[in-house]
């Protein structure tokens, strides 16, 4: 079985940067499009940004410039670099990964973190 861990949430204050990262463990082939969602309290769960196993990036409109996605698939880990952050990017930050294939080529699909908090306050 599959896990993603996130790991890098904290408090931070406004203008500042974190840094996020999600690792995949367990018998892994190959992983399809990863990315980074957030959940802020009384709201849906949204998705922040993604990037394909080619290592094409996609980002919602509000973190445009300000964050940047990434990935290793050496290591199965995906990263979020978090810049000029503001309050209204408090939440708990998740890591997805879309489709998985095993080693033993078994598919995966839809597998979250369990989550990371960031909350961004002076």
């Known amino acids: 079985q599959v896990q993603l861990v996130e790991s890098g949430g904290g408090l931070v204050q406004p203008g500042g940067s974190l840094r996020l990262s999600c690792a995949a463990s367990?018998?892994?082939?190959?992983?399809?499009?990863m990315g980074w969602y957030r959940q802020a309290p009384g709201k849906e769960r949204d998705l922040v940004a993604s990037i394909s196993s080619g290592g094409s990036p996609d980002y919602v409109d509000s973190v445009k410039g300000r964050f940047t996605i990434s990935r290793d698939n050496a290591k199965n880990t995906v990263y979020l670099q978090m810049n000029s952050l503001k309050p209204e990017d408090t939440a708990v930050y998740y890591c997805?990964?879309?489709?998985?294939?095993?080693?033993?080529?078994?598919?995966?699909?839809?597998?979250w973190g369990q989550g990371t908090q960031v909350t961004v306050s002076s």
């Open positions: 997805n990964a879309d489709r998985v294939i095993t080693a033993e080529r078994k598919w995966q699909f839809n597998v």
């Open positions: 367990g018998s892994i082939f190959s992983i399809y499009v």
